[in-house]
């Protein structure tokens, strides 16, 4: 099945240990997208990519980057952690086939110590 | 800046009963987003609502969409356990890339269906 992955499912870094993301897709959407939720909070989008094209929030950090090496795969790096990073980071693909929807993976729930 | 609200953020009911939550948003847009979340999971995509007047319905939801009201509204119709979760609305505000989506979200609404 067509699908939404996201590597790893939890993860542990100690502040100011820079920590690296992973989300792949199978549906061959050319858009991906980032989002931190943090505990009882709406999704916030941080970034996304237009094919190879990037887009940052105004108000995402500066500590968080992205990397989209190919359609199938973006990375979302930061680079020292803080405590306030401590969240759920779900990444999203759309694209022409799904009608633009937006298609969640399963979330990275990252804990910073 | 589009905005979107939610009514109520928090909802208790018992098992059997109905309920309607809203959602409002504050700029034009065509595209709205229905999502459940439960503890700890990502969202779940529940209904997407592409124009005016469009309603879907999936088992105990249906949810109705009025872009002239700038509203969107989701029954609940003899609620079971099952359905205790966080639920969200989202608004597309668009990006000027055709294709992509600014997804601007409420606040979610947490419901908790008794027994």
């Known amino acids: 099945d067509a699908m939404v992955i996201q590597n790893p499912r939890y993860q542990v870094t100690q502040f100011g240990k820079p920590v690296t993301l992973s989300c792949s897709q199978t549906?061959?959407?050319?858009?991906m997208y980032w989002y931190q939720q943090k505990s009882s909070q709406a999704p916030k989008l941080l970034f996304h990519?237009?094919?190879?094209?990037?887009?940052n929030e105004a108000d995402t950090p500066d500590n968080f980057q992205s990397r989209r090496p190919n359609t199938s795969f973006c990375f979302l790096d930061i680079r020292s952690p803080g405590l306030g990073d401590t969240a759920m980071y779900l990444c999203a693909t759309s694209g022409w086939t799904g009608g633009y929807e937006q298609y969640f993976g399963p979330g990275t729930r990252l804990t910073v110590t | 800046e589009l905005k979107v609200e939610q009514n109520p953020l928090f909802l208790s009911m018992q098992e059997g009963k109905n309920y309607t939550i809203y959602c409002n948003y504050s700029?034009?847009?065509?595209?709205l987003y229905w999502y459940r979340q439960d503890p700890g999971k990502s969202l779940e995509s529940l209904f997407v609502?592409?124009?005016?007047?469009a309603v879907k319905q999936e088992g105990r939801l249906m949810a109705s969409l009025d872009t002239k009201a700038r509203l969107s509204t989701l029954h609940i119709t003899a609620a079971v356990h099952d359905l205790s979760a966080t639920y969200f609305c989202a608004v597309d505000g668009s990006y000027s890339q055709g294709g992509s989506e600014k997804l601007v979200f409420g606040k979610g609404m947490k419901l908790t269906v008794n027994p």
């Open positions: 549906l061959n959407h050319n858009v």
């Open positions: 609502l592409l124009s005016n007047g």
């Open positions: 700029t034009t847009s065509d595209r």
């Open positions: 990519y237009y094919d190879k094209d990037f887009n």
